[in-house]
């Protein structure tokens, strides 16, 4: 599960809370992963949010995809090929494969 941590409130005093994946940071989530890499992971991360949001709303795929690279000047094939990437490895997915060599 998630790492426990301790929180001190003055009203409830001292209890824990669970630490979710959203709270760790980029570096533990991708260790041995440049910071250039980094940041474009999270970048794509983002625009993956945006289409996931899209599609929550209403829209079909093809258009959450269409309307999320007309917003962000992507490409529709790279967008997809991230999409895709992400559902099957998570961020890791993310890293580009013809840069770095990146260790696991």
């Given at each position: 599960?998630g790492?426990v941590?301790?929180?001190f409130?003055?009203?409830q005093g001292?209890?824990?809370?669970r630490?979710?994946?959203?709270?760790?940071?980029?570096?533990?989530?991708?260790?041995?992963?440049?910071?250039?890499?980094?940041?474009?992971?999270l970048?794509?991360?983002?625009?993956?949010?945006e289409?996931?949001?899209?599609?929550?709303?209403?829209l079909?795929?093809?258009?959450?995809?269409?309307a999320?690279c007309?917003?962000?000047?992507?490409?529709?094939?790279?967008?997809?090929?991230w999409?895709?990437?992400?559902?099957?490895?998570?961020?890791?997915?993310?890293?580009?494969?013809?840069?770095?060599?990146?260790?696991?």
């Amino acid at each position: 599960m998630g790492q426990v941590l301790k929180r001190f409130s003055r009203r409830q005093g001292v209890r824990e809370i669970r630490r979710s994946k959203y709270d760790i940071p980029v570096t533990e989530l991708l260790p041995g992963v440049p910071e250039s890499q980094r940041d474009k992971v999270l970048l794509r991360r983002g625009y993956i949010e945006e289409f996931y949001r899209l599609v929550a709303s209403g829209l079909d795929v093809d258009r959450a995809i269409a309307a999320c690279c007309e917003t962000h000047k992507l490409r529709v094939f790279s967008l997809r090929n991230w999409v895709s990437r992400y559902r099957k490895l998570g961020m890791i997915g993310l890293v580009d494969s013809n840069s770095e060599a990146v260790r696991f």
